[in-house]
């Protein structure tokens, strides 16, 4: 049974950090064909991707909006995915949740798309105020 699990989110003010984590049990982040990557949703707005990658050896991919501030990394030991955001802004406010898509690797070429994954997590809140 796969399971994501993330942590890490709070309140900070404006040009703060956070790392959020995303546990994942269930299978191995960096022996299966797998793509898992970060999304966002703030009140009334639709969910976007934040940040994407390929675990067994790719580049990752992000956002325009959050290029040069956030970076997405993992942990093999711990099967662990993290996001480290830096210089938060107002704007960055939203649930943050981890996903994941098992058997595709277009995480090699492009961000990814709500409907390209099948599992999620709960996910976690981040509030930036200015």
């Known amino acids: 049974q796969v399971q994501l699990v993330e942590s890490g989110g709070g309140s900070v003010q404006a040009g703060g950090s956070l790392r959020l984590s995303c546990a994942v049990s269930?299978?191995?982040?960096?022996?299966?064909?797998?793509?898992i990557g970060w999304f966002r949703q703030a009140p009334g707005k639709e969910r976007e991707g934040v940040a994407s990658i390929y675990p067994g050896g790719g580049s990752p991919r992000y956002a325009d909006s959050v290029k040069g501030r956030f970076t997405i990394s993992q942990d093999n030991a711990k099967n662990t995915l993290y996001l480290q955001m830096n210089n938060l802004k107002p704007e960055d406010t939203g649930m943050y949740f981890c996903?994941?898509?098992?058997?595709?690797?277009?995480?090699?070429?492009?961000?990814?798309?709500?409907?390209?994954?099948?599992?999620w997590g709960q996910g976690t809140q981040v509030t930036v105020s200015s």
């Open positions: 269930g299978y191995r982040i960096s022996i299966s064909t797998n793509c």
């Open positions: 996903a994941a898509d098992l058997s595709r690797t277009w995480c090699l070429w492009r961000l990814g798309e709500v409907s390209d994954f099948n599992y």
